[in-house]
């Protein structure tokens, strides 16, 4: 079946710009993580969706950072005022209940800020 | 507070030696312990994981790993590399009260032919 899929692949943006990050999760998982990489770092817990609501979203950054996933499937995390600061690849995961079931990882977005 | 650390950047191991990468870990519950890893542009995949039982994991590739609670650690073994084992590794900690996962900043192995 497929995968984690998240769009766009890579996004450029000036700084103060607003950037929208899109993540499909599989099918019928109910867990949904936001992951932000830098470079040489492994993966920094951002958000956890369970469903609908966000059950953590204690690795946000800052209130420039938000996240939201209306249906209980697509997630978009929506950054505003971007910073040079704020360029990484933002990786997704999804996972069957989130009660310890394995992660799977989308490919990421690679978002830089000029 | 969750920690993980890998201690080595990189690993390097002739093909065909047994190849272990190391992870140790701070929870102040029980852990979920993960391995993952990583290709060069291409997303994290799964290898392994502990959640509960026998302390040897067996994964994906013919990797395994052992749950040392006294030492905290869950380092990643492979009897016998292969070059195509060549990749950054990650570990990965969730204290099972929380739903944070926590990872390591990774290890690069890199096996010789």
């Known amino acids: 079946g497929a995968g984690v899929s998240q769009t766009p692949s890579n996004k450029v943006t000036e700084k103060g710009k607003y950037v929208e990050l899109r993540c499909d999760p599989i099918?019928?998982?109910?867990?949904l993580y936001w992951y932000r990489q830098s470079l040489g770092q492994g993966p920094e817990f951002l958000i956890y969706?369970?469903?609908?609501?966000?059950?953590?979203d204690s690795g946000l950054p800052n209130d420039r950072f938000f996240a939201v996933r209306p249906e209980g499937s697509v997630s978009t995390l929506k950054i505003q005022r971007t910073e040079r600061g704020d360029s990484a690849v933002y990786l997704c995961?999804?996972?069957?209940?989130?009660?310890?079931?394995?992660?799977?990882f989308g490919p990421g977005t690679r978002l830089t800020v000029l | 507070a969750q920690s993980v650390a890998q201690p080595e950047d990189q690993v390097n191991v002739a093909e065909g030696n047994p190849l272990t990468v190391k992870c140790t870990y701070s929870?102040?519950?029980?852990?979920?312990l993960f391995w993952y890893v990583q290709y060069p542009n291409r997303g994290l995949q799964f290898l392994l994981k502990?959640?509960?039982?026998?302390?040897l994991v067996k994964g994906s590739y013919g990797f395994e790993a052992e749950f040392n609670k006294s030492q905290t650690s869950f380092h990643l073994k492979k009897p016998s590399a292969l070059v195509s084992d060549s990749a950054l590794y990650f570990c990965?900690?969730?204290?099972?009260?929380?739903?944070?996962?926590?990872f390591g900043t990774g290890t690069r192995l890199k096996v010789l032919a």
């Open positions: 995961a999804s996972s069957l209940t989130g009660s310890g079931d394995t992660q799977y």
């Open positions: 099918s019928g998982h109910t867990a």
């Open positions: 969706f369970q469903g609908t609501g966000a059950a953590d």
């Open positions: 929870v102040s519950g029980n852990p979920y």
């Open positions: 502990y959640i509960t039982g026998d302390n």
């Open positions: 990965a900690v969730r204290d099972k009260r929380t739903y944070k996962y926590i």
